[in-house]
C-alpha cells in the first residue's frame, strides 16, 4: 500500500493530539484489534492493523475490509465503576458519526446500538466488550472501499466513504481524528453520562418512526432514550430495549 495511506505509527502518532492512541500498537495484519489490547495496558491504548482476519462487529457478525482500505481499531477504557458500560456503543458512534459528518459535509445519523449510516448506506460499527476493569472500544470505518469491495449481505446497506463522494482519503489523519472525538465523547459520558451527549445523539437517530422487530417482536422505534435504550411501541404499551437482534423496514 501507499506509504501516505499507512496506519503505521511514523503516519498517525505525529497527529495525536489528546490522551487516547497511546500506547499505539500497529500490526499489518492480526486477527482482530480487540484480541492485542492486553489487560496490563493503561487507558487510552489504541490497537490498530490494517487487516483483520477474523473481524467482528456485534452479535459475532463478520466485518470484513481488504488491507489498507478501512480504519481498524480498538481503544482500551477504564471507566468508573457503577457505569454502564452499554452506553459506550453509543459514545463510540457519536465519535465516529463527528468524524465522518466533518469529513463528508454530509448529515451521518447513528442506527441503535452501534452502526453510523450515510444516506441509509453503513459506514462504520461499534462493537463494545466489557473485560475486568476494562472495556475495549472496537471501531470500523470503511473508507476507501470500492463498491466491488464491500460485503454484499443482500440488504445493499454496506457503504464507505469513497462510495458516498468518490474521494480517497489518507485513513491516518481520519484515524487521529477519530482518537480526537472518541476522547471528547468520552470525556463528556465521564462528565454526565449519555446525557451530557444526548443533542448529538437523538437528532441522529436513524431508527426513530421507523417500523423494527426487535428479537422477533415488532413495533415502532420513538427514540433513544437518556440512558440509550431503544423505545419502541408494541401493541400499544411501549418498551426499553437494551439489547437484542434488530431489524427495520427498508
Known amino acids: 500500500m501507499p506509504e501516505a495511506d499507512s496506519l503505521s505509527p511514523e503516519a498517525v502518532e505525529p497527529l495525536l ?6 500506547p499505539y500498537l500497529y500490526r499489518e495484519r492480526c486477527e482482530s ?13 489504541a490497537a490498530v492493523c490494517e487487516e483483520q482476519t477474523e473481524g467482528r462487529g456485534r452479535l459475532g457478525r463478520s466485518w470484513q475490509a481488504p488491507a489498507g482500505t478501512a480504519v ?35 448529515a451521518v445519523q447513528i442506527k441503535w446500538p452501534n452502526d453510523v449510516m450515510v444516506n441509509r448506506c453503513k459506514v462504520a460499527g461499534v462493537l463494545a466488550e466489557a473485560r475486568s ?27 464507505s466513504l469513497r462510495t458516498i463522494d468518490g474521494v480517497r482519503r489518507e485513513r491516518a489523519a ?4 477519530l482518537l480526537s472525538a472518541l476522547e471528547r465523547a468520552y ?25 423494527v422487530a426487535v428479537d422477533g417482536a415488532a413495533g415502532l422505534a420513538v427514540g433513544i432514550d437518556r ?15 437494551e439489547s437484542g437482534r434488530i431489524t427495520y423496514e427498508r
Open 17 to 22: 493530539q489528546g490522551r487516547l492512541g497511546r
Open 33 to 45: 484489534t480487540q484480541l492485542l489490547l492486553g489487560d496490563e495496558l493503561g487507558e487510552g491504548a
Open 72 to 106: 481498524l481499531c480498538s481503544v482500551l477504557l477504564r471507566p468508573p465503576e457503577g457505569r454502564r458500560l452499554a452506553e459506550l456503543s453509543l459514545v463510540g458512534g457519536i465519535a465516529a458519526a463527528d468524524t465522518v459528518e466533518q469529513a463528508l459535509g454530509l
Open 133 to 159: 476493569g476494562a472495556v475495549s472500544l472496537g471501531i470500523g470505518l470503511n473508507v476507501n472501499q470500492t463498491r466491488s469491495e464491500l460485503p454484499e449481505d443482500g440488504s445493499g446497506e454496506a457503504g
Open 174 to 177: 481520519l484515524l487521529a481524528e
Open 187 to 211: 470525556d463528556g459520558w465521564l462528565t454526565g453520562g449519555l446525557g451530557l451527549l444526548y443533542d448529538s445523539l437523538a437528532p441522529r437517530d436513524f431508527l426513530r418512526g421507523r417500523r
Open 227 to 241: 440512558s440509550g435504550r431503544l423505545e419502541v411501541e408494541v401493541g400499544g404499551e411501549r418498551r426499553l430495549v
